[in-house]
């Protein structure tokens, strides 16, 4: 049975993998046709002073073919694992705590869309209110007989608009810190978690090739071979073992200071929400002031997307 795409990646693998050899033989005619380039060295008593004109288009075409041959390495390893024929390094205990803020990072980005919705239905509805509260006292002036009426349900408004924009100004702060952990913390958390699976498959590649090297036969030919995959394994070794450091300590530091600013931010969220609830105007600035939130004077409720 034929499987078109299995049979497309293998067709692509091989013209890759033929045109690294198509590269190397290009660097070896550019390293025969500049080695009449030689400056004879030059001998002044018991100094030697020896030249060599080096071709730079000969050290591009090197660094093109080793990048062609990792790339390669990489897009068969990774291709192995995809279909499970190939065999892979885990660490369970580091992959579970991957997959975790993996998670959380979908659910923070979620809270945050809600919280900025939040802000901006706030921000209309205090508009509103306003609006409100200075037709009810316009209609006062001119209602005499309504006149009680009309001042109490605009001296209600514009107190509940008051309340609303200190309670935006709250919920703008938390949003802005949530923000900064997810959208900076947790990101560049994940940008070395990202480092470190591409090097997990590198060095998987090249764990492979030198598995497969010492499974063949011995001879003249396969000894070089062998020791040079033997110091890429261990290149690429070292570099997975770093990284893999690197996200251990990210993870650790990032959960302390995930836990000590979503602690503080949420104290805040439910502080503002409950005092606002209640219609307690001291309360709520008492609350902004707690948590070192200034307000201008004169400043007005924003939604958060119009400040960031």
Partial sequence: MDFPVYSSVVKELKDSFLSVFETSKDVDYEEEQFQDCRITPTTCG?????NEIT?????????ARKWSLNKYKYTRQLISEKLGHGSR?????????????????KKYDNILRLAQMFSSHLFHMVHIQKQLGNA???????????????????DTQKMVAKNGEILCVAINSF?????????KTIKDTLLTVKQYETSRIEYDAYR?????????????HSLPKIEESKLLFQTYKEKYEQLR????????FLEENKIKVLRTQLVLFHSAI???????????????????????????????????
């Fill in 208 to 220: 492979t090739d030198l598995e497969e090297l010492n499974r063949g036969p011995l001879g003249p």
């Fill in 136 to 154: 009810f006292s316009d209609l006062s002036l001119k209602s005499l007989e309504l006149n009680r009426e009309f001042s109490e349900n605009a």
């Fill in 55 to 63: 071709n730079p288009m000969t050290e591009k075409l090197e660094l």
């Fill in 175 to 183: 949003i802005e810190n949530v923000n900064t952990l997810v959208n």
């Fill in 245 to 252: 450091d690197d996200v251990v300590i990210k993870l650790k």
């Fill in 274 to 308: 409950s005092a606002y609830s209640t219609g307690n105007q001291t309360q709520l600035e008492e609350i902004l002031a707690q948590f070192h939130i200034k307000v201008k004077p004169g400043e007005k409720a924003t939604p958060w997307f119009d400040d960031y």
């Fill in 46 to 50: 018991t100094i030697t002073i020896e």
């Fill in 89 to 105: 390094t885990v660490d369970l205990e580091l992959d579970y705590q991957i997959d975790i803020l993996k998670d959380n990072k």
